[in-house]
């Protein structure tokens, strides 16, 4: 008998108990393919990797136990529901009842996310450790353009691109109005954003405010991430805006969001609610109901926007006690600092990020706090040869200035950000220059200045902090620094050695030997390298010749990661090696 044999009826054992396809799956649950990947999606049910493939490679697997799962679901039964009562009204439609069918589509089944939510993230930290993907995918569809098309027969409806809108910027104005955003980055897909959020680090993508053309995916299944993924953004602005004592869902001014203004909004509401709290905290003991104080707050917002009024919130609810010492320094870098926006940069990244770091920003056009030509107006922020007039008062810089001063913390120097001038290379924050072994040279000078303001003495290049309390310290660890001070000692020993024979042939009065010393004393000195190479290539041998496979194979890996490594660096050092002989020509 086979040892994995197994007789008619005997109940299965191991993966094959364990672990089924999807098309044993849906056939387990009796639904359709597209309502189970649905189900998946919602659930956060994915296909497994067992150790034995019993029906094959070419099969997605599933844990049995999820399958359960899934089977006492109660949103399975809402869907079941939907699905009779869809065919219900398509029975109607091709009778030509119009009247039944209008009457079936007012009472559809519908169905909310919010156990799922809470099931899936017990704890609010939870959820945010998951909200880079919620928060890209949010930022993308909000991107789209406000109209109904059908793609793949899917339809993509304007209210889930509204509603998408509407919860990105009530993000962003929680981000902006607590001072929590910590890095930016503008790459070729868009740009990024990194905030540390009770502390969490959470970073999203949002894209570039141009044309956007939709590729060849399926959007249904982009639908239904999105589904859940709005439901879930809904309670985590919920939880936050209550965190800091404001409403939500945020009542804004309804002349603001038709002009697009929907981030300076939000920071309108924010200032009128904090008001409207201090009218309840002046009138305890009398009973306002909450007409009257959803009227203060209309009252607080509708006025017309006077120069100053942007950002009033975030000096007034702060609370300086809750605050550490980077939100502390992030809130003061643009502080007394007043920006204007010309209408051909990235408004609305821009009206995110600078009120975050403590400024005051305006644009042009219509709702904008103030002019162009207010006097107190300290930087103007453009991307093309000024035209009309200059005022000598302020400083005309490119948006990429922006962008780089939040990155190094600091008040960067603008001659280099001048309107007309290529800038300086943008660098990325979510690089490790060190770990990398390449320091970009704007890098280091922009080291330079912090320590400048910082008064403090940085090390020379290849040295670390460190090495200033203990010179004596620098040890040679490298193999390629090592070959090389072996190179060094040799060379400096065969040249004494040299001198010495030449000085014992002149007191013998011999004359001196007719070949070249240099020749000889640089194969000498290619020898003894070549000779520390092979011992040092030998003891590397035999240390891997000991070890078992998995950490032979391990370190082999390791060594190869450090020469990809070194060649990458190697690459970017000749690129700016004839950039350079570039310029030197020019």
Known sequence: MPKHYRPAGKKKEGNAAKYVT??????????????????????????????KKVKGNHHSYYHMKDIMFLKHEPLLEKLRDIR????????????KNRDLAERLLTRKPSYTLDMLVRERY???IDALRDLDDCLSMVHLFAALPAVDRAVDGEKIPVERVHN????????????????????????????YYQAEVEGQIVTWLTPHALQQVLPDV????????????????????????RSINVSYPPILDPRLEALAADLYALSRYFDANGKSKQ???????????????????????????????????LDDGSNKEDEDLETRECKSLFKNVKFFLSREVPRESLLFVIPAFGGTVSWEG????????????????????????????????????????????????????????????????????????????????IERIKAAGRKEVLPLPGTGIEDLDDPQGLLVSDRQEAIEAAKRKQQISMLEKQYLD????????????????????????GDAISDVQQMADDVSDMSKVVMPRKKRKLLEAMEMSKERKRSSVNRLKERKKNIDEAKNLA
């Open 122 to 124: 017990p704890k609010f």
């Open 366 to 445: 219509e709702g904008a706090p103030f002019d162009e030509s207010d006097d107190s107006i300290t930087h103007q922020v453009v991307d093309r040869p000024i035209q009309g007039r200059r005022f000598l008062s302020r400083e005309y810089v490119q948006p990429q200035w922006v962008y780089d001063c939040v990155n190094a913390r600091i008040f960067l120097p603008t001659d280099k950000y001048m309107v007309g001038c290529i800038p300086p290379p943008h660098l990325s924050p979510f690089v490790d220059n060190e770990a990398e072994g390449h320091v970009p040279d704007y890098a280091e000078a």
């Open 22 to 51: 999807r098309t044993q799956a849906v056939k387990y649950l009796q639904i359709s393919l597209p309502v189970f990947r649905k189900l998946c999606i919602l659930k956060g049910v994915f296909p497994r990797v067992p150790k």
């Open 502 to 525: 030449e000085l014992k042939l002149e007191l013998k009065g011999a004359p001196l030997s007719d070949v070249p010393k240099e020749i000889e004393v640089k194969d000498a000195v």
């Open 164 to 191: 998408c809108r509407r919860l990105s910027h009530e993000w962003l104005a929680y981000i902006s109005r607590t001072h929590k955003l910590r890095k930016t980055f503008i790459s070729v897909k868009g740009i």
């Open 84 to 95: 009779t009562y869809d065919k219900k009204i398509k029975k109607a439609v091709s009778k």
């Open 218 to 241: 399926d959007y249904r299944v982009l639908l239904t991430f999105l589904e859940f993924y709005e439901t879930l953004l809904a309670f985590v602005n919920y939880k936050l805006y």
């Open 279 to 313: 009218i309840e905290n002046q009138q305890e003991g009398t009973n306002l109901d909450e007409s009257e104080v959803r009227l203060a707050q209309l009252h607080q917002q509708l006025p017309s926007n006077e120069p100053g009024a942007l950002m009033h919130l």
